[in-house]
């Protein structure tokens, strides 16, 4: 987990990603000593296509689409505030090693069908 301090009224970027087409959901969380209130704003694809800022609550989830590739979340508190972030790093990664791991699966089989019908 990683944690962020925000000033109040301030845009902050809690959350980029950059040229990972993977789909994924972002939880976070927000703590502060006053009512939690302010925006969320989400940079989505090279295309231009950003979302309507979204209200920030206490505990949020941003979903990142398959186009989304230039990806960054921005969070502007109405008081100070703590972001908690609760996804990994890699959070990619476990979908890829599948991806490759399969590759390599049919590369094998491919190369003992031959084998097999000879």
């Known amino acids: 987990m990683v944690e962020i301090e925000v000033a109040a009224n301030t845009g ?3 959350y980029r ?10 939880p976070f969380d ?3 000593s006053a009512p939690v209130s302010g925006t969320i704003e989400v940079e989505g694809s090279l ?3 950003n979302r309507e800022p979204a ?3 206490a505990s949020n989830v941003v979903a990142k689409g398959f186009w989304d590739s230039k990806f960054s979340i921005w ?7 703590t972001v908690t972030l609760h996804t990994r790093l ?6 890829l090693a599948l991806l490759a791991g399969f590759v390599v699966v049919v590369a ?8 097999f019908l000879s």
């Open 12 to 14: 902050t970027r809690i």
């Open 17 to 26: 990603r950059y040229g990972n087409g993977l789909p994924a959901h972002v």
């Open 30 to 32: 927000v703590a502060s």
């Open 47 to 49: 295309f231009g296509r």
């Open 55 to 57: 209200d920030l609550q």
């Open 75 to 81: 969070v502007t508190p109405d008081n100070d505030a």
């Open 90 to 95: 890699a959070d990619g990664v476990p979908r």
């Open 108 to 115: 094998v089989a491919g190369a003992l069908v031959p084998l």
